[in-house]
Nanobody, 120 residues
Framework: QVQLVESGGGLVQPGGSLRVSCVAS????????MGWYRQAPGKQRELVAA???????NYVDSVKGRFTISRDNAKNTVYLQMNSLKPEDTAVYYC??????????????WGQGTQVTVSM
């Protein structure tokens, strides 16, 4: 089963940037579609960005043009570069390998996530 460790979160001012990272276990990382998810207080977890094994990407409308997902298969790592951050981006960010667009459509156990807080 895929295991995941997220890192790189923190406190940033509105308009700022942050890059979060996720290291996945397993030698077949490169075949998985990887997704970044987030969960804000009192809200359901949502998929915000995904990248296929071939490098195709998809984003939820609220982050298009601001967030960029990328991957380094040699390092079993997926990244989420977040620019022009807004207070509504505040959430715990998680990654996972997925087989569909729904939050339940994942292969791995959820990691601890990394907290991103956008505030003055």
């Amino acid at each position: 089963q895929v295991q995941l460790v997220e890192s790189g979160g923190g406190l940033v001012q509105p308009g700022g940037s942050l890059r979060v990272s996720c290291v996945a276990s397993g030698s077949i990382f490169s075949i998985y579609t990887m997704g970044w998810y987030r969960q804000a207080p009192g809200k359901q977890r949502e998929l915000v960005a995904a990248i296929t094994s071939g490098g195709s990407t998809n984003y939820v409308d609220s982050v298009k043009g601001r967030f960029t997902i990328s991957r380094d298969n040699a390092k079993n790592t997926v990244y989420l570069q977040m620019n022009s951050l807004k207070p509504e981006d505040t959430a715990v960010y998680y990654c996972n390998a997925n087989y569909g667009p729904h939050v339940k459509d994942v292969f791995g156990s959820w990691g601890q996530g990394t907290q991103v807080t956008v505030s003055m």
